[in-house]
């Protein structure tokens, strides 16, 4: 039986290749769960649906702006409408504009915060009462090592991170009652098309990590970070909620 069997999970953020997103719905998915894959790339998302499904696995695929409170609505309502329950939710969406404070303009900051924490706080809203009518359930939001530190060039990203790990725990005592998990998760280094155009670089190997003061001496892979997310994602983790989750080869020890 899969760690997640039977279980409805939504993931956003699903269409960049390689990114968290979609590795994590492929991991969920081999361990049986059913996903709801959102991007607001469509075609990319249907992408990742279609590859879950050539791998014997049930996915479905929906346009989302993670940014509208209307697209919100619209994506669990139909979540609801085709499977009747919503037990998983993971807020993987997200991007980075890094940018010394000098250089950074109002509008890459909004950006920012309304792309990495506005859509948290809409996606764990909204998907509040769903969970609570399904028995309980996960969210998983993905944070980062920059709302844990203080990193150079991210001022908004770092501050939209760091307020993903506080509402998670917020969320997570809110929802404890009804059965309902929350948990953050924070990526150090972790090879993504979104870690590539952040560094300029073609591949890992162009990184060095002793550059970067990665303790385990290899930038990681979005695997690293699925692996988390499907433990997050099951009941093996029924004891933990209000956690955050650090996978980062130990960058934050030092």
Not at 23 to 44: F, K, N, P, Q, Y
Not at 93 to 113: H, Y
Not at 140 to 145: A, E, F, G, I, Q
Request: hydrophobic share 45%.
């Amino acid at each position: 039986m899969g760690r997640v069997d039977g279980k409805v999970v939504m993931v956003t953020g699903a269409a960049s290749n390689p990114g968290l997103g979609r590795t994590a719905a492929a991991a969920l998915a081999r361990e049986g769960g059913r996903l709801v894959v959102t991007d607001i790339d469509g075609a990319g998302a249907e992408d990742c649906a279609r590859q879950i499904r050539d791998a014997g696995g049930e996915a479905v695929a929906l346009a989302h702006d993670v940014t509208s409170e209307a697209d919100w609505r619209r994506v669990v309502d139909a979540v609801l409408e085709r499977f009747g329950r919503l037990d998983v939710l993971v807020n993987n969406a997200g991007i980075a504009i890094l940018k010394p404070l000098e250089s950074l303009t109002l509008e890459d900051w909004r950006r920012q915060i309304d792309v990495n924490l506005t859509s948290v706080f809409l996606g764990c809203r909204q998907a509040m009462a769903a969970l609570r009518a399904s028995g309980g359930g996960s969210i998983v939001n993905l944070s980062s090592v920059a709302g844990l530190v203080g990193i150079p060039t991210t001022a908004a990203y770092g501050a939209a991170k760091g307020g993903v790990r506080m509402m998670s725990k917020t969320v997570a005592l809110e929802g404890a009652r009804d059965g309902i998990r929350c948990n953050s998760v924070h990526p150090g280094m972790i090879w993504t098309n979104m870690q590539a155009q952040a560094t300029g670089a073609a591949s890992p190997d162009q990184v060095p990590p002793d550059v970067l003061g990665i303790p385990l001496g290899r930038i990681g892979t979005p695997e690293d970070i699925a692996n988390c997310i499907v433990y997050l994602a099951s009941d093996e983790s029924s004891y933990v909620t209000g956690a955050e989750f650090t996978v980062d080869a130990g960058m934050t020890a030092q």
